[in-house]
């Protein structure tokens, strides 16, 4: 974990150092510090709004996955949707809660199937 956090600081300080040379060379180096830092602030932001669509996505997907396994008429049917909660689990495994929804997905395939085959 060093290694990552020395790397994270190296790059810091070098985007910093290219931050200085495009902004005042004149500035006291405190007051560009301050702005670098504002800026980085608002990159974060950004970062965690995608955090936030994602976990939406996860919610439509989510819920997709469950009209695919209400829509089940045949067997070949409920293995497909056996495939879409695995891809949804894949596509999500990092998210929280997702290996609950998948194991409800998984539950809810596996009763589907047990009402189309009898």
Known sequence: ???????YWEETCIDFGKYV???????EPKELWIEYQNKMAKDVEEI??????FEKDMEKAY???????????TAAHVKCAYNY????????????????????LQSKCKTRGRIING
């Open 1 to 7: 974990m060093s290694k990552e956090i020395t790397k």
């Open 21 to 27: 040379q495009q902004r005042h060379r004149y500035m």
């Open 48 to 53: 965690l709004d995608e955090a936030d669509r």
């Open 63 to 73: 819920k997709k996955a469950l009209k695919v396994i209400d829509s089940c008429k």
């Open 85 to 104: 909660s695995y891809n949804f689990w894949k596509l999500y495994a990092n998210e929280a809660g997702c290996t609950k929804l998948y194991k409800k």
